[in-house]
């Protein structure tokens, strides 16, 4: 009886113990913010944030800005290489983490970096790294073998 009791104890402990760890999600939530608030992205660094937002310039196949008419312009930063351009005027769905960009940093924390790729964005400009952009009619602009919901190691100051 007592080994009963005891496997039975084992049982609802495991059974316990895999119910948490299927509710923990394996990769951070995104915290869903609007065009308007990225005037204030400096304090989103390093995080993972969801817009769904304008296109208000292209640069190249890799790189878009965002934002609100009279506000700053937000470089999107797509990994290399993008499966499609973004075009201006198209409304986006994204997910990626915020970053001051630093071309040095970059090419330490992401393999498919290319300074080259990149020539918009110069040192100290605020980024989005994109691990998802979407376009209206679906198509996925980041590339399925970059996508990483990791975020790099910065170091705060």
Do not use: C
């Not at 640069?59 to 973004?86: C, M, N, S, W």
């Not at 989005?128 to 198509?139: H, Y």
Request: overall charge neutral; charged content about 20%.
């Amino acid at each position: 009886m007592r080994a009963f009791v005891f496997t039975l104890y084992i049982l609802a402990t495991v059974t316990t113990g895999a119910a948490a760890q299927q509710g923990t999600p394996l990769a951070p939530t995104p915290k869903s913010v609007n065009a308007a608030q990225l005037a204030d992205i400096g304090k989103m660094e390093d995080q993972l944030v969801q817009v769904s937002a304008l296109v208000r310039h292209t640069d190249t196949a890799q790189v878009f800005t965002l934002g609100e008419k009279q506000g700053r312009d937000i470089h999107v930063v797509i990994p290399y290489p993008a499966t499609e351009g973004a075009h201006v005027g198209d409304t986006i769905a994204l997910v990626g983490y915020v970053r001051r960009f630093d071309g040095s940093k970059f090419e330490k924390d992401y393999q498919w970096f290319r300074r080259a790729d990149y020539p918009d964005v110069k040192a100290g400009d605020w980024v989005i790294v994109a691990t998802s952009a979407r376009t209206q009619e679906g198509t996925e602009l980041v590339p399925p073998m970059t996508i990483s919901n990791t975020p790099p190691a910065t170091s705060k100051k």
